[in-house]
């Protein structure tokens, strides 16, 4: 133990040590290091930034450079250096950044009463790297695209039923590749400029859709001329952008060089700073940070620092005014079964919430600098967010309310607590999470046994994605979590609360809520005119939700994103993964005198 923990410390010194020339040099410091958490709530950073190379670096390549196929979070501030939407989420730091505004469109669009008819005009100065102007025809070309089993993207089913009949539960238009002669009527394109959308039903939260990376246009003749070489898009994505995208053969190394067919004037939310910018994959986290550190890159890319220099930054005061640590849009929690006996005693439930050490499982998950400690259900990225609601308080300092614990095993019929069972995933942390929750409930009498599963495929299909297994296994507790699809509450709640969408397998509302009450709210919520009326909506559904003690939440996803003091206009675009917006960052190269 004692040499384990001088190794640690070791690393730990080396790291910060690495760090020091970053905070004390005369060569790079050109910045004001703006403090912890900065870069959060406003762009820091000032300067005359014109010009320069902006140096990316990650351990991995993104999923996809295909937007289509885009589903890693982190990606989604890559893809806006090359790619525009119709509407897109606002160059902004903190709540202005969940905010949606038009892109390659004039205007808002033109919506009908009751939200079902959605048209967009698009703007005459906006075109492609080779000159080609975006027209009507490629957004709905993209859209179409999204039908295909070959594409995996990641838009779900009930999404792509807003655009086609999904008469067997799946959507009955195949796409451009199967179909090529088959329409999808829905999406009219009456000239290049004009598209409007027929959708099947209310929705009014379309254009926070239609805002996603996924959504974005793609150039049809493009794809088309890839697909007959034998190619993908994926491999060289047209841009409409400032920056166009080369990838080499290694795809190792991706470079950003202007787009000389991209105006200023044509775009209000990409403001770029730098002349052109590199990225290099890296082996692993670790080497990343050393290249961050060591000032060979400017920004990492994927999910911020490794556990080692995370750490190591976290102990330095110096290095510490550089860091952000924003939460994530995931919410951890642990899944109350109300079905289970005693579990179908509401005290029962309560008795959980309360015994629960969420400061251990903090640790279990990393720390604070990883994961945040979470009272409520609604994650920090959707309106109506309200960081002071805490209907189950866990004691002064979070490791459980062993009192009220005891006083609901009484209220329940169960004064010496009662044994039930937890499904986990025995992967990475899974079965630590699990012994933290067993060690401490049985503080109070709650015997919690194992039920373990070896992939997750299996465990959200027929493990807690079935009602039935839940129910013959007599299964109390499952570990899981939750985050909304395109930073929308409805996004959020619709799958774990509507009654109306519980299924037999690969169910999402795992208690089974079905309330009159909560449907009618997510009703309203999908036709919420404003975002105020939005997070009012909001808040009423977590209220009722929380009121049920079946969802107990114990921890929000952080990062640990690092900012080079040589940097300008760097903030974290919360719509977006919580990345640093690197469209919009600048970079000063020689020292200010």
């Known amino acids: 133990m004692k040499a384990n923990t001088g190794l640690k410390f070791g690393l730990l010194a080396a790291v910060v040590l690495a760090f020091v020339p970053a905070v004390t040099g005369s060569t790079v410091l050109t910045n004001s290091p703006g403090g912890f958490n900065a870069g959060l709530t406003r762009a820091v950073g000032e300067g005359d930034t014109s010009g320069g190379l902006l140096r990316l670096g990650s351990s991995a390549t993104c999923d996809s450079l295909d937007s289509a196929q885009t589903f890693d979070s982190w990606c989604l501030v890559v893809q806006r250096i090359f790619s525009r939407n119709l509407m897109s989420f606002a160059g902004k730091p903190g709540d202005k950044g969940l905010s949606v505004t038009p892109d390659l469109v004039v205007d808002l669009p033109v919506v009908n009463t009751d939200s079902t008819v959605w048209t967009y005009t698009l703007r005459d100065d906006v075109f492609w790297s080779d000159g080609t102007p975006v027209t009507s025809y490629d957004v709905k070309y993209a859209i179409q695209r999204l039908y ?81 070489a034998g190619s993908t898009y994926k491999t060289n994505p047209a841009s409409n952008g400032p920056f166009v995208l080369a990838i080499d053969q290694s795809d190792a190394l991706y470079s950003f060089t202007k787009n000389q067919f991209w105006t200023q004037e044509s775009d209000g939310i990409r403001i770029p700073k730098v002349d052109a910018m590199s990225w290099k994959v890296f082996p692993d986290g670790d080497s990343t940070d ?22 190591a930054t976290l102990v330095s005061k110096e290095n510490r005014a550089l860091i952000d640590n924003p939460e994530m849009g995931f919410v951890n929690f642990l899944f109350v079964n109300p079905k289970v006996p005693p579990l179908d005693r509401a005290p029962c439930r309560d008795a959980i919430f309360y015994a629960l050490d969420k400061l251990d499982l903090q640790a279990v998950r990393g720390g604070s600098a990883s994961v945040a400690i979470a009272h409520s259900i609604s ?73 373990e599963y070896g992939n997750f495929a299996e465990y959200f299909t027929t493990g807690i994605g079935s009602p039935d ?35 037999s397998a690969a169910n999402q509302n795992f208690a089974e809520l079905n309330l009159d009450e909560i449907n009618s709210l997510l009703d309203q919520l999908d036709a919420a005119a404003t975002p105020a009326e939005a997070a009012r909506l909001s808040k009423a559904i977590e209220k009722l939700v929380m009121n049920e003690a079946v969802y107990l939440p114990y921890g929000v996803d952080r990062l640990v994103l690092y900012r080079p003091r040589n940097l300008t206009d760097i903030y974290v675009q919360i719509a977006l993964g919580n990345q640093y917006d690197i469209v919009n960052v600048g970079k000063l190269e020689n020292p200010l005198k």
């Open 379 to 451: 994650p920090p990225t959707i309106l109506g967010y309200d960081n002071s609601y805490n209907p189950y308080p866990s004691g002064s300092n979070e490791s459980g309310n062993i009192k009220k614990a005891r006083e609901s095993l009484a209220q329940c019929g169960y004064p010496d607590g009662f044994q039930t069972k937890m499904s986990y995933v025995a992967i990475g942390i899974g079965k630590d999470i699990f012994l933290s929750v067993q060690k401490s409930l049985a503080r109070v009498g709650i015997v919690v046994d194992p039920v």
């Open 148 to 228: 295909d089993d070959s594409l995996q993207s990641p838009i779900s089913l009930e999404t792509l039923c807003l655009f086609t009949l999904c008469t067997k539960g799946v959507p009955d238009y195949k796409g451009p590749y199967v179909s090529p002669t088959e329409d999808l009527p829905a999406i009219i394109t009456p000239d290049e400029r004009t598209v409007t959308f027929n959708l099947t039903r209310p929705f009014s939260e379309f254009s926070r859709l239609l805002a996603t990376p996924q959504f974005a246009p793609i150039q049809m003749a493009r794809d088309i001329e890839l697909r007959a």
């Open 290 to 311: 050393r290249a961050l550190i060591n000032g060979e890159i400017d920004i990492k890319l994927n999910y911020g620092l490794a556990p080692l220099a995370r750490d």
């Open 469 to 503: 297994t839940m129910s013959t296994q007599k299964i109390g507790i499952a570990a899981t979590g939750w985050g909304p699809d395109y930073s929308s509450a409805l996004s959020f709640w619709a799958p774990l609360v509507d009654g109306r969408k519980i299924k």
